[in-house]
C-alpha cells in the first residue's frame, strides 16, 4: 500500500500524459492491498477449514497446462516482436479465444474487437503512442 500510494501521490504533480500510466496501475493497487489488510486485519479465522479445500496437485495434466500456458506467453512475444503491438493484440485475443477458450466465432470476433477498439482508442487517439512495426514489417520494407 505504502509503495502504490506514493506512486499515486508522485504521479499527480506530473503531466498528465506522464502521469496516465502510474495512475492506472497504482490506484487498482491500493484498493486492492487496502481490501488484503481489512481482510487480513478483520477477516474470518485463519484456521477455518474451508477456506483451505484448494490443494495443488502434481500429475501429467498440470504440467500439460503449465507448457499450455508458457506456449501461449512465448507466442504472445513472438507476435509482437514479429508483428507489433497493434496486430499481436487483436490477433492474440482471437486466436486464444477460438483455439484455447473454445469460444463461439460471434464472442470471439465480439471481444477482440472490444480489445482492439480499447487498445486503439487509448494508446493511439487518446495518447497518441507511436508503436514500432514488427520486425516482419521491417524486413519486407513495409513500415
Do not use: C
Not at 477449514?49 to 504472445?76: C, M, N, P, V, Y
Not at 507476435?79 to 469460444?103: C, D, S, T
Amino acid at each position: 500500500m505504502v509503495v502504490s500510494g506514493y506512486g499515486i501521490i508522485a504521479a499527480t504533480a506530473w503531466p498528465w500524459k506522464a502521469a496516465l500510466f502510474p495512475l492506472v496501475i497504482g490506484v487498482p493497487l491500493f484498493a486492492l492491498a487496502a481490501a488484503e489488510a481489512l481482510w487480513t486485519l478483520f477477516g474470518a479465522d485463519p484456521t477455518n477449514e474451508e477456506a483451505r479445500d484448494f490443494q495443488l496437485s502434481i500429475g501429467k495434466d498440470t504440467l500439460r497446462r503449465t507448457l499450455t500456458a508458457t506456449g501461449w506467453i512465448f507466442a504472445f512475444f513472438a507476435a509482437i516482436v514479429l508483428l507489433g503491438f497493434p496486430i499481436a493484440i487483436p490477433l492474440f485475443v482471437f486466436l486464444y479465444l477460438k483455439l484455447q477458450g473454445r469460444e463461439g466465432w460471434a464472442i470471439s470476433i465480439a471481444i477482440t474487437l472490444g480489445t482492439w477498439g480499447v487498445f486503439y482508442g487509448l494508446f493511439d487517439l487518446l495518447l497518441h503512442l507511436p508503436f514500432p512495426s514488427g520486425w516482419l514489417f521491417e524486413w519486407f520494407g513495409s513500415s
